[in-house]
């Protein structure tokens, strides 16, 4: 039988495979056809010998047309049409160039630059990045970008020197959580943020916000590029990197890590973050040498602009690792109080918290213990411990759950509330508040700072952000009081009042009052002191029955507290609280980077 083969598709013929009289198997190539730029092969339906070929090169077709008139019926000469078999090991020459140009840009493909960085004690991008991610996961984006210098630097020399354009960043897996991840590379061009480079940055934000997953980003190298020329910029002022990252704050669990040299851009990124994460050698700046120099300012080494001793006493940075590698561990560790309760847990044996605070009410005592018995084993990372000593912020877990937890150090002015600690507290509360860590607060406070030389430190603003902090929260707040509850410190502690925590306690060494008992009594019974045979004696007198007065089991019977409470039952009270609580009201806009 003969038939006809036609044009699948109109088309021009840009090749004829077959002659007349030729054999042919099924699936044995005819013509090429050529239809919006694609070339596509029509073949053979069955074997058969061809009696006539009805087209030539270069002839336009419609679809149908017949092309080549074949007869069916068996063939002994024909090559058989079966195509051979891939061969999977193969490496195309456009894949090779692929694997190339992406092994010329990792770590292997410049000895020398990690050379360098070894030899400084310190980790490429690609190591701080291989141990912070599970093995196997992270994903690079932008591995073939480089600097956009072409007008002044050749290609090869682009590609060999500035590979990602200093940046490296991608998606992989925390503890199996996914997560962004970006990383100066201060092997090129000195980890300064290029036309490219920010353009990755930008993608990455943008990913964090659209899945909602964390961000880590280690932050070493300086701002602003100059040398790139490939744009047509004039100031850099409309790139969006720093309005995309404070757009972010709020929304998803933001950490900085900061390691060497770390200014200007980079810092302005890592400022943004909700915790940072810092090595000994770290130098953390809004401006390098060359800008202080610049604005007359005089000259400097890097080392002496904002070393960890200052940045870490002045609250800028959160944890001090002692390097890189444990800067990563502690990253990762910070990011699991977000990842949901650990499956497993231990706790001290709780009965330690009955003797923990000192029945003498004048003995200061280590709070930091309390904590590190009320919570889990290992389970305590606290932020901000150089600075505003008075106030400890950490987060803990609780037979796994993960909360936030704030404190009064008596150790510092008798746990009295400053400045700095109002602060650090009130935006400890907005972390919380806006990953939805519950809150426990152990209150232990004669009031906030007063003073002519508190009040030289605007307390009155700093103070009142505590109690709009804690007013706003929509997480739930545990107060429990271990010792002094006084004046306006104590509500502030407690969310702004005593009604406004899921439960308010206090343990048997609880006291509460408007103000502290020895100045109550000062102030409210100035004349009756004044005239006593023995004020001294009156007043001993009139402190312990104002003492009485404000006992946690005289205000728990007038129901100012909730219950006074064994110490060791905290646990099981907390938990309790927080159990079954309704879905939050809705989300913090941003977290003040203060």
Request: proline letters at 5%.
């Amino acid at each position: 039988m003969t038939g006809f083969v036609g044009a699948p598709m109109a088309g021009t013929v840009v090749g004829v495979e077959v002659v007349a009289g030729q054999e042919v198997r099924a699936g044995a190539p005819l013509v090429v056809l050529e239809a919006m730029k694609m070339e596509h092969v029509v073949r053979a339906g069955h074997d058969g010998v061809v009696e006539e070929v009805l087209v030539r090169a270069g002839r336009t077709v419609r679809r149908d047309a017949p092309l080549v008139r074949v007869r069916e019926g068996a063939v002994t000469g024909a090559a058989d049409a079966a195509e051979a078999a891939v061969d999977l090991e193969e490496i195309r020459p456009d894949l090779a160039a692929v694997v190339a140009r992406h092994a010329a840009g990792l770590d292997a493909g410049r000895p020398e630059a990690v050379r360098r960085r070894h030899e400084q004690g310190r980790r490429t991008a690609r190591e701080n990045i291989a141990d912070l991610c599970d093995e196997g996961t992270f994903a690079e984006y932008g591995a073939l970008a480089i600097a956009a210098q072409r007008r002044r630097r050749p290609v090869e020399e682009l590609i060999e020197r500035t590979p990602a354009d200093g940046l490296v960043c991608g998606v992989g897996e925390i503890d199996g959580r996914a997560a962004v991840v970006m990383s100066y590379d201060y092997t090129v061009l000195a980890g300064t943020q290029g036309h490219l480079n920010h353009r990755k940055t930008d993608r990455m934000l943008e990913l964090a916000g659209e899945r909602e997953i964390p961000l880590v980003l280690f932050a070493e190298g300086g701002g602003g590029r100059p040398g790139d020329t490939d744009t047509t910029t004039v100031s850099g002022l409309d790139v969006t990197s720093f309005w995309a990252m404070g757009r972010l704050s709020g929304r998803v669990p933001l950490v900085g890590i900061a390691s060497g040299r770390c200014f200007a851009g980079n810092a302005a990124l890592l400022g943004c973050c909700d915790v940072i994460i810092a090595t000994p050698d770290a130098n953390i700046g809004m401006g390098g040498p060359a800008m202080v120099e610049g604005g007359g300012l005089g000259t400097y080494r890097p080392e002496e602009i904002g070393p960890i001793d200052v940045q870490t006493a002045n609250g800028v940075v959160d944890v001090v690792a002692e390097d890189e590698a444990a800067a990563v561990a502690a990253a990762r560790r910070y990011l699991s109080y977000f990842a949901g309760p650990a499956e497993t847990w231990t706790a001290p044996d709780q009965r330690l918290l009955r003797h923990l605070v000192p029945q003498n009410r004048k003995t200061p005592y280590d709070v930091g213990q309390v904590i590190g018995t009320l919570a889990d084993d290992g389970s305590v990372l606290e932020l901000r411990r150089g600075f505003a000593p008075g106030i400890r912020t950490a987060l803990i877990r609780v037979e796994g759950v993960p909360l936030g937890l704030l404190a009064n150090d008596t150790t510092h002015l008798g746990g009295a509330i400053d400045r700095d600690g109002a602060d650090k507290a009130a935006r400890f509360l907005q972390l919380c508040d806006a990953h939805g860590l519950p809150v426990v607060s152990l209150c232990d406070t004669p009031g906030f700072m007063v003073g002519p030389e508190a009040e030289g430190t605007a307390t009155v603003r700093h103070f009142s952000r505590l109690f709009v902090a804690g007013a706003n929260l929509t997480v739930p707040l545990v107060a429990v009081v271990l010792r002094k509850a006084y004046g306006l410190g104590a509500q502030a502690m407690a969310g702004g009042s005593f009604r406004a925590p899921a439960a308010t306690l206090a343990w048997p060494t609880g006291e509460i009052g408007g103000m502290g008992l020895e100045g109550a009594v000062r102030l409210g019974f100035r004349k009756e002191l004044a005239a006593a045979p023995d004020p001294e004696a009156l007043f001993e007198e009139m402190v312990a029955a104002a003492y009485e007065h404000g006992k946690a089991l005289n205000a728990a019977s007038a129901f100012e507290l909730d219950d006074v409470i064994d110490p060791a039952e905290t646990r099981r009270w907390i938990l309790a609280s927080l159990k079954d609580r309704p879905p939050r009201r809705g989300r913090r806009s941003f977290i003040d980077t203060w």
